[in-house]
């Protein structure tokens, strides 16, 4: 499912709910699209310790820790009529 965030400025960013094919794919190279430093270092140290088995767990996890973020920089949900 997605989600519509938008900040004070006007910015608008979609966001999914749920799994992430995309992370399960592409691994980091998903942070690294998204402009998401934080999570593209951690992926990348953490797949290179754990030989990319850790990419499984974030397929899990991070669409809901980027929502998060984005909260945290001022974005906020919006209703958009379907």
Avoid: A, C, H
């Avoid at 709910?17 to 399960?24: A, L, M, P, R």
């Avoid at 691994?27 to 990348?44: A, C, N, S």
């Avoid at 953490?46 to 088995?53: E, P, Q, R, Y």
């Amino acid at each position: 499912m997605k989600k519509i965030m938008k900040n004070s400025i006007g910015q608008v960013k979609d966001v999914k709910d749920g799994f992430s094919w995309t992370t399960f794919f592409f691994g980091f190279w998903v942070p690294l699209f998204r402009g998401d430093i934080k999570y593209l270092l951690v992926m990348l140290i953490l797949n290179l310790v754990t030989i990319g088995v850790s990419n499984l767990v974030f397929s899990f996890i991070y669409n809901r820790l980027y929502q998060e973020d984005l909260v945290k920089q001022g974005y906020r949900y919006i209703d958009v009529p379907s």
